[in-house]
Structures are given as structure tokens and as C-alpha cells.
């Protein structure tokens, strides 16, 4: 079930490659960078995710964000979805290391929506899962 929200972000892919092909599924890396709220503070965050196809047009996508709170704390999250829409995610994660003042969130799971934007850009909105 979901919990409260824990967060909302905007960005732009800052860079976007095609990494080498292994003889299985094209894989996509991108790095982001983005501005929001995070537990009810202003937030800063960089972040990359690998994108893989699977067959009948579904993604797979592996993400990574470091989050900076207004307040100098910082979470790093990872997660992990897939897609059957050509511009949205779902997708789930945790906090598997924080600053000192957000160790509560090392045993919070976290779903997103992600939403892939016109030139680049992004959006995302967290919530905590229970």
C-alpha cells in the first residue's frame, strides 16, 4: 500500500550513450541532474540509469540517485522497473545508505513514477511503500 509521499523531482539528462553491445539487448546509459523536494526540504540531486529492451517493445530500467536535502543531508537511492509505455516508469527501490540524520529511510522501501519529458528532461514523484 502506499504510503506518504516522500518526495517530487524535475531534471535534464545532462548526458546519453549507447554502451557497447554484447550480443544481448541495446543498452542505454544516462546521467541526470534535478531539483525538488525531498521529505518536505528543497533538494538537489544527480543521478544514472542503464535502460535494456525486452522483447514486444517492454524496457527495463536500473537507476541511481544521490539526493542533497537543504539542510547538507544526503540519501542515495537505487531502483529498479519496467515499462511498456514509450515516455513512463514504475518503479520500486531503497536507501541503502544515508547522512546520519536520514538513517530512518535505510528500512523504507520507496515506488516512482518517472516520466521521461520532451528534450530531455524529467519528472518523478516517490512515495513510501508498506
Known amino acids: 500500500m502506499l504510503g506518504k509521499e516522500l518526495g517530487e523531482a524535475k531534471g535534464q539528462a545532462s548526458s546519453t550513450r549507447l554502451l557497447p553491445f554484447d550480443g544481448g539487448a541495446p543498452q542505454i546509459e544516462a546521467s541526470f541532474t534535478g531539483e525538488?523536494?525531498?521529505?518536505?526540504?528543497?533538494?538537489?540531486?544527480?543521478?544514472?540509469?542503464w535502460e535494456s529492451f525486452r522483447d514486444g517493445g517492454v524496457r527495463?530500467?536500473?537507476?541511481?540517485?544521490?539526493?542533497?536535502?537543504?539542510?547538507?543531508?544526503?540519501?542515495?537511492?537505487?531502483?529498479?522497473?519496467?515499462?511498456?509505455?514509450p515516455n513512463r516508469y514504475a518503479s520500486a527501490g531503497d536507501f541503502?545508505?544515508?547522512s546520519?540524520?536520514?538513517?530512518?529511510?535505510?528500512?523504507v522501501s520507496a515506488v516512482?513514477?518517472?516520466?521521461?519529458?520532451?528534450k530531455g528532461g524529467y519528472a518523478w514523484r516517490m512515495w513510501e511503500w508498506r
Open 60 to 85: 527495463f530500467g536500473d537507476a541511481r540517485m544521490l539526493l542533497t536535502l537543504a539542510d547538507g543531508e544526503t540519501v542515495f537511492f537505487r531502483g529498479s522497473g519496467v515499462s511498456g509505455q
Open 36 to 49: 525538488g523536494t525531498f521529505l518536505g526540504q528543497k533538494m538537489t540531486l544527480i543521478g544514472s540509469y
Open 112 to 118: 516512482v513514477e518517472y516520466d521521461i519529458l520532451e
Open 100 to 107: 546520519p540524520g536520514l538513517a530512518h529511510l535505510k528500512s
Open 96 to 98: 541503502p545508505w544515508t
